[in-house]
């Protein structure tokens, strides 16, 4: 293939551009190679796009010492990353050390350079936060969550929705889950604040008696918002 010798060529090159182009390049094309597999669950789909990702995330490392004015080298990159990590972005594989670093790198170099790409640095944020949360690292994933709602960014279909920032629907209930937990002097005062609470206690169950203490949790949980919509749909005069 013309692009394979090209990659060739570019990865002896002396101009450092060029070979972070090169790992671009030796990236996409190991994953175009999956063919239809790219997008099915295997091992080997898996396993191919955790190696573009480390390609990718050692890409960016050398990135970093490109000259200011090559920043859309740079976001070429981050979004390759983004591109590449999505299909893995599920709970059983986005705590693979691997995604998180790609993702983290991407997330520092775009930080760095205060590129515009304020969308794309708020969803991989919000990834981090999970992952962060799948391994209990709950510092960690408030921190990633705080980082993504300093973030100004506009949704590209805000004339259609007229919902300007629809990350924060998913952001702020993270951010308030955090405090919920990590406050032990704090006492749920809503229906919402309750339901919040027995949720993340619903998902940190593990043990022997996991089950039942699901069981438990979402069965209350569940109350509180039926609670909460029969309030929502009572009228203020239906009272009198």
């Known amino acids: 293939m013309v692009a394979e010798a ?5 990865a002896t090159s002396k ?3 060029s070979r972070v182009l090169c790992q671009y390049v030796n ?3 190991a994953v175009l ?3 239809v597999e790219k997008h099915r669950y295997t091992r080997r789909m898996v396993a191919v796009r955790l190696d573009a990702l480390a390609q990718l995330e050692r890409a960016l490392q050398s990135a970093e010492r490109l000259p200011e004015d090559e920043l859309t080298v740079v976001q070429e990159g981050c979004v390759m990353v983004w591109n590449v990590a999505l299909p893995l972005l599920q709970p059983n594989l986005r705590v693979q050390p691997m995604v998180q670093r790609a993702l983290f790198r991407a997330c520092k170099v775009l930080d760095d350079r205060d590129a515009y790409l304020h969308e794309l640095r708020v969803t991989m944020q919000l990834e981090l936060a ?10 960690r994933a408030e921190s990633c969550v705080d980082k993504a709602l300093e973030l100004n ?3 590209r279909d805000y004339q259609v929705t007229e919902r300007d920032r629809p990350l924060d629907d998913r952001l702020v209930p993270l951010k308030q889950a955090f405090f919920l937990k990590t406050d032990i002097y704090n006492v749920p005062e809503t229906n ?6 027995l949720l993340e206690n619903a998902r940190d ?14 069965t209350r949980a569940c109350q509180l918002m039926e609670e909460m919509a029969e309030e929502s749909s009572v009228a203020p005069g239906d009272d009198a």
């Open 27 to 29: 990236s996409g094309l």
């Open 15 to 17: 101009s450092l551009r």
């Open 130 to 139: 999970r992952a962060a949360v799948d391994d209990d690292f709950i510092s």
């Open 33 to 35: 190679a999956l063919g």
């Open 192 to 197: 919402e604040e309750r339901a919040v609470l």
């Open 205 to 218: 169950s593990k043990g022997m008696q996991a089950a039942e203490a699901k069981k438990s949790f979402l």
């Open 6 to 10: 090209c990659a060739r060529r570019a």
């Open 153 to 155: 960014y506009i949704d």
